[in-house]
């Protein structure tokens, strides 16, 4: 019998799984974290945005672990090449880097289609390295991928399988071009070097890994849960957002009444309006309800379900630039009086 695809599956199918799915992205999660020095906020923003199919952006200076943070991530799912894309950007690159050249025997017909298998367009994981780089060519194509999963052959749309998007820069631009991109990126993260305050453990855990390089081995790829476990809790969670149900009084019920205790969503409000008036963030409409989705997906893989006030820690990551990123990892727990 054929296996049944996540996308396929009913409420009630998910719903029999949903626990054992969730532990198994948790022990992913953890387990993950061994073969890093102080890396777990990250991994764990990263699981959060794969579950939610949201784009996480990592921000740092080389040699912090960005690449090596994903391509674990992706050998911990037990990907195979054909479905993980990978590419550095410069505003060079040209779109049939990432999207495949011109086919051009195709072209002799009269047929404008690009050569797509090994590129971003038949890719369920990407990673894009230094993105703001990339011209203003690549950029429609990235916005039209990360916002509608399809690319244009021939003028007609083509639906793209891309689930989980990571990218990377060194700096964040100021340039307003790169706007649209940039929020995007609801969850942006600094990788910070750790030799201060982890000086021998980075030397044990790197000389470890140059090991593992050497001798092709790659012990975190242990089979704990796959991408069709990120994509089904994410089906799962997609059916509890969409649910509205009507309780004893007749009042009807939908996921904020259900997961966000109403002290818990006033304080996030709160938190909000306060970041914007006080610290200038930029925080748009479309963010704010991607926000949500993000909290409910850490609430559930954090907890099993229920927004608590540790989830708002999220709102530590709206940072649009490197200052701004650097200020909320400080004044958001001041928020939350941590």
């Known amino acids: 019998m054929p296996k049944t695809s996540p996308d396929e599956l009913s409420l009630a199918e998910l719903q029999a799984e949903a626990e054992d799915v969730r532990k198994r992205i948790n022990k992913l999660r953890t387990s993950l974290g061994r073969f890093f020095v102080n890396k777990q906020e990250i991994i764990d923003l990263m699981c959060v945005a794969a579950v939610a199919q949201e784009p996480l952006l990592l ?8 690449s090596d943070l994903v391509l674990k991530f992706k050998d911990a799912l037990g990907l195979g090449e054909g479905d993980y894309f990978e590419y550095m950007l410069t505003r060079f690159t040209e779109p049939s880097e990432i999207i495949g050249a011109i086919d051009i025997r195709e072209l002799r017909e009269g047929k404008y289609l690009r050569r797509k298998e090994g590129k971003l367009p038949t890719a369920r994981l990407v990673f894009l390295d230094e993105i703001f780089k990339s011209n203003s060519a690549i950029l429609n194509i990235l916005l039209t991928i990360i916002n ?11 639906p793209v399988p891309l689930r ?12 307003g071009e790169l706007a649209a991109l940039k929020d995007r990126f609801v969850l942006k993260v600094m990788s910070r070097p750790v030799q201060d305050d982890h000086f021998t453990e980075l030397i044990d855990a790197g000389l470890r890994g140059e090991a593992y390089k050497g001798l092709n081995q790659k012990p975190w790829a242990e089979g704990h849960a796959s991408l ?12 509890l957002f969409a649910a509205r149900k009507t309780d004893t009084t007749g009042d009807e019920q939908n996921d904020r009444t259900r997961f966000f205790p109403d ?21 748009s409409d479309r963010k704010l309800v991607k926000l ?9 893989l954090f907890s099993g379900g229920t927004v608590s006030r540790d989830d708002l820690r999220l709102l530590a990551y709206l940072g649009e630039s490197i200052a701004e990123i650097d200020r909320l990892r400080e004044k958001v727990p001041q928020l939350l009086g941590d």
Do not use: H, S
């Open 292 to 300: 949500y989705k993000l909290l409910r997906v850490r609430a559930w």
């Open 228 to 239: 069709d476990d990120l994509l089904k809790a994410n089906r799962y969670l997609t059916f």
């Open 263 to 283: 002290d818990v969503f006033r304080e996030y409000q709160r938190l909000v309006k306060t970041l914007i008036r006080e610290d200038k963030i930029f925080i």
């Open 148 to 158: 509608e999963k399809k690319f244009y052959q021939e003028g007609k749309p083509e």
């Open 164 to 175: 989980v998007m990571f990218a990377a820069t060194n700096e964040i631009p100021e340039q």
């Open 59 to 66: 921000v740092g200076l080389p040699g912090t672990a960005k």
